[in-house]
Nanobody, 127 residues
Framework: QLQLVESGGGLVQPGGSLRLSCVAS????????IGWWRQAPGKEREGVSC????????EYVESVRGRFTISRDNSKNTVYLQMNSLKPEDTAIYYC????????????????????WGQGTQVTVSS
């Protein structure tokens, strides 16, 4: 059973930065991807970014491209999401999730492909 734990959320002013971490433990597939998703109150869950553990290939949703950077440290089974130039509309609970099919598909309707989810970490961007 794959387990994911997020950390690094908090309160930050507009224009500020945060780095989220996602640590994977337990039984892991040979090839898998880790995605970051977010959900704001009253809104649909949204795929933000994804990285394939083996190749390092990345995907981003257009609204965060150029501001967010996803990276991995396979020696620590950890994926990071560096978030810069944060905006109030980035406020949400951020979840990391594992995709055993290694597709990195961030389409909301395909969220179920990500079979394992962490508990989430709150990110609030406000002055």
């Amino acid at each position: 059973q794959l387990q994911l734990v997020e950390s690094g959320g908090g309160l930050v002013q507009p224009g500020g930065s945060l780095r989220l971490s996602c640590v994977a433990s337990g039984v892991t597939p040979e090839h898998y991807a880790i995605g970051w998703w977010r959900q704001a109150p009253g809104k649909e869950r949204e795929g933000v970014s994804c990285i394939r553990r083996d190749t390092g290939d990345t995907e981003y949703v257009e609204s965060v491209r150029g501001r967010f950077t996803i990276s991995r440290d396979n020696s620590k089974n950890t994926v990071y999401l560096q978030m810069n130039s944060l905006k109030p509309e980035d406020t949400a609970i951020y979840y990391c999730a594992a995709d055993g099919f290694n597709l990195c598909d961030l389409t909301a309707s395909n969220a179920a492909i990500f079979g394992y989810w962490g508990q989430g970490t709150q990110v609030t961007v406000s002055s």
